[in-house]
């Protein structure tokens, strides 16, 4: 386990990031069971061609594996296409058996994320399966975007335009995109 730290250290630390000593890493992991590190750190590290075409996840604080940040790409044909979306990735301490709190940092138009950038869909509550991934749920966001999911959140504004007039929806949601989620 111990090179497993040292090699995940490495992988996580940049020239931007401060040096990581044991203590502070062990301090700050502490939120997550060894066994819920254990997983995240090798989800952290994998390695999927799809997934890096679509979505960048990154530790904004190398030595707390509990908070990831990603980006992730507007997919091509919806009215995200092009844009580049900021997401942050709270991981609670009972993971995998509870699922992460993922929320959208860059403003965006979406029935099924709120104007505070939470993300309301069903494998993100009531289906949530422990069989699930961090990296899984950020490829499934691409999906989402590309086709909202049902039950929709009914205070929406996107929702109700969305389900009334799709061409205004698309209108609106493509021109959010291009003011706030520049790549």
């Keep these: 386990m ?9 992988l996580c630390t940049s020239k931007n990031s401060h040096k990581i000593s044991p203590a502070t890493v062990s301090k700050s992991t502490a939120t997550v069971s060894k066994s819920s590190e254990k997983r995240l750190m090798k989800e952290f590290q994998e390695e999927d061609h799809i997934l890096k075409a679509h979505v960048r996840a990154s530790l904004p604080s190398p030595e707390n594996i509990s908070r990831w940040e990603a980006t ?20 609670p301490p009972k993971y995998p ?7 959208f940092k860059t403003k965006i138009f979406h029935p099924n994320i709120s104007e505070s950038g939470e993300i309301f869909v069903d494998i993100l509550g009531s289906r949530w399966s422990s069989a699930l991934t ?31 007039d799709w061409k205004a929806y698309e209108k609106v949601a493509r021109e959010c995109s291009q003011k706030y989620a520049k790549g």
């Design 2 to 10: 111990f090179f497993q730290k040292l090699k995940f250290r490495k």
């Design 72 to 91: 992730v790409n507007g997919p091509v044909g919806c009215p995200y296409e092009n844009g580049v979306f900021t997401v942050s990735v709270h991981i």
């Design 97 to 103: 058996f509870q699922p992460p709190k993922i929320t």
């Design 134 to 164: 961090i990296n899984l749920v950020l490829l499934s966001l691409c999906s989402i975007l590309s086709n909202p999911v049902e039950p929709f959140l009914v205070s929406n504004h996107a929702a109700r335009l969305y389900q009334k």
